[in-house]
């Protein structure tokens, strides 16, 4: 029997943790440059983040995307064009059939919705589940702020 072989598999699956966790994206943060997203809206039309965004709204599942897109509906179509705000809402990993019915539902909302559906677009924004998240950036695009936000609360988020 070779004891030298369980020893040689625990060496190597240790180091494919320390790995992948110097691999994985850092985390936003105040002081970073918020990435430029170009994406489509839930018309499928080309929606390039504006150069003059202040605020992006992050929802990274149903719950608080249904939460925040009654929220903005509510607002009025202008609420996010009026605060230099995009609302970003992940898609990514939607089943098909899902998606049959989502998105027509997304295209009645008055307000745009730029959709995340790329694997990894998301994976270094902070997220606290059932929150959305709220980026301000200043005038060079940087995030000045991070705060999560929960719409049924009725506060505004920016």
Known sequence: MNIQMPFKCIA?????????SIVRAEMLEPGDAFPAIEAEDQHAKTFPMPTNTKHIAVTFAMGSGKKANKYFSDKGAEYLPNNNAVFLSNIFGMPGIARV??????????????????????????????MVTIFTLDDQGKIKSIKFWNPATGKAPF
């Open 12 to 20: 190597l699956t240790t180091l494919a943790i320390a790995l992948s």
């Open 101 to 130: 019915f989502a998105l027509p539902k997304m295209q009645k909302y008055p307000h745009r919705i730029m959709l995340a559906d790329e694997k990894g677009l998301l994976d270094n924004f902070p997220e606290e589940k059932g």
